[in-house]
């Protein structure tokens, strides 16, 4: 079946430029998350999404990050007025929170540069 | 504040060879762990998930184990092939939250 997609999978963008990142994932998953993977440094959870719930926006950085869920599918990472340490490989994940599968299913990422 | 180490950093083997990567963390108080593999350019495969209450998962040449009490964990490649390059990477899930804490990885490299 089709796995996590995430759109674009490359996005180069200027300093001070907002950017939106895109995540659908798979079908029936009702969890969601975004992580980041900067270079030179391990993965860094930013958001998560739980069905009809409150999201744990505590992994943002800072205000300039914000997220959202519509229709417990599809989900955008919004960065707004970015900045060059905004670089990373932007990586969305999903799972089915319920029985004993807890895996976490990655989408192929968004490469952002800020130039 | 949950810490998770993988060491080494970089391995590099002659194809054919058994392998182990391992894994620690500093607060047992996990929900599970899982192991990823992460090929260049690529997103993430997840290999195996070990809820907290067992001790090991395999999958096919792939064997990992937990000591959750020890705060540990480690990978067992058997039979290693070139197409086994790739880094691998441990994460725990809290029991208190969804998130998951990454280690660094291990970059693997088989040599033919």
């Known amino acids: 079946g089709a796995g996590v997609s995430q759109s674009p999978s490359n996005k180069v963008t200027e300093k001070g430029k907002d950017v939106e990142l895109r995540c659908d994932p798979i079908?029936?998953?009702?969890?969601l998350y975004w992580y980041r993977q900067s270079l030179g440094q391990g993965l860094e959870f930013l958001i998560y999404?739980?069905?009809?719930?409150?999201?744990?926006k505590s992994g943002l950085p800072s205000d300039r990050f914000s997220a959202e869920r519509t229709g417990g599918s599809v989900s955008t990472l919004t960065i707004q007025r970015t900045q060059q340490e905004d670089s990373a490989v932007y990586l969305c994940a999903s799972s089915r929170r319920s029985g004993s599968s807890y895996e976490q299913y990655f989408g192929p990422g968004t490469r952002l540069t800020v130039t | 504040k949950q810490e998770v180490t993988q060491i080494p950093a970089a391995l590099s083997v002659p194809e054919g060879e058994n392998l182990v990567l391992n894994c620690s963390f500093t607060?047992?108080?996990?929900?599970?762990l899982q192991w990823f593999r992460q090929d260049p350019g690529k997103g993430l495969t997840s290999l195996l998930l070990?809820?907290?209450s067992q001790r090991e998962q395999t999958s096919g040449r792939l064997n990992a184990s937990l000591d959750k009490s020890s705060g540990r964990s480690t990978l067992y490649i058997a039979a290693s092939q070139p197409g086994d390059s790739a880094t691998y990477l441990c994460a725990v899930e809290m029991d208190s939250n969804y998130q998951l804490i990454w280690g660094a990885g291990t970059k693997l490299i088989i040599k033919p």
């Open positions: 070990i809820q907290s």
């Open positions: 607060d047992s108080a996990i929900y599970n």
């Open positions: 079908s029936g998953h009702t969890a």
């Open positions: 999404f739980q069905g009809n719930s409150a999201p744990d």
